[in-house]
């Protein structure tokens, strides 16, 4: 049963234009959500996250959108850069547990010159 | 000055071996976590020790037994290797209070032929 789901495996987008990542969820007890960048080779590195008491969270060209109701949350990532081609995870966690993360399959961003 | 590391980054073994990965982390973290990553992407939880304490432990073989010898350390040991073990197991850890972030480190990649 998976919880956290990035139904677009993939994604390729123009460098300076915006790049959406998105993801749901299924468990209405995830409080906090939290989004993952993974380069080859490396450890996921902690981009940005949120907790459900707030629908939007900024830094930076980074914000992080949630809406609870449809259980979505999206990456904006705007001016998209070279850099940033890495395979993004989504990942939830429930207050109170063991901070357990429940993380998406991915979805591999990649920006085009 | 690495944060959070692994070693060996990789591991090839036979069937039926035993054998250990090792992590640790400078970050004054109290809790840290093992991951594996399938040949499907997934990242799931398999456990996790908080100040040496186990706190979480998923659905895993009990071929698998984590040791904590001190809060810096949390050290995943697998008996029997199995062709289904392969994978890429992730360390990380997180701070005791606040939000969720987990850090994570390189990854080991083992491989049971």
């Known amino acids: 049963d998976q919880q956290v789901k990035q139904n677009s495996p993939s994604l390729s987008v123009q460098e300076g234009r915006i790049s959406i990542l998105n993801c749901d969820y299924t468990?209405?007890?995830?409080?906090?959500f939290l989004w993952y960048k993974k380069y080859p080779a490396e450890g996921p590195t902690f981009l940005i996250s949120?907790?459900?008491?707030?629908d939007k969270n900024e830094d930076g060209r980074f914000t992080v959108f949630l809406n609870k109701s449809a259980k979505h949350l999206s990456l904006h990532i705007v001016p998209s850069q070279p850099g940033d081609s890495a395979v993004y995870f989504c990942?939830?966690?429930?207050?109170?547990?063991?901070?357990?993360?429940?993380f998406g399959q991915g979805t591999r961003l990649t920006i085009n010159p | 000055d690495t944060a959070v590391s692994q070693t060996p980054k990789y591991l090839v073994t036979q069937m039926g071996n035993d054998k250990s990965i090792k992590c640790e982390q400078n970050?004054?973290?109290?809790?840290m976590y093992w991951y594996k990553q399938d040949s499907k992407k997934f990242l799931k939880i398999m456990f996790s020790y908080n100040n040496k304490e186990l706190i979480i432990n998923e659905t895993v073989p009990n071929r698998f037994s984590p040791k904590s010898p001190d809060k810096a350390h949390l050290n995943l040991h697998i008996n029997s290797l199995e062709l289904g073990d392969s994978a890429v197991y992730f360390c990380?850890?997180?701070?005791?209070?606040?939000?969720?972030?987990?850090?994570f480190g390189p990854g080991t990649r083992l491989t049971v032929t």
């Open positions: 990380a850890s997180s701070p005791p209070a606040g939000g969720y972030e987990q850090y």
């Open positions: 949120i907790s459900s008491i707030k």
């Open positions: 990942a939830a966690s429930q207050r109170g547990g063991a901070q357990k993360l429940v």
């Open positions: 970050l004054g973290h109290d809790t």
């Open positions: 468990n209405s007890m995830f409080d906090y």
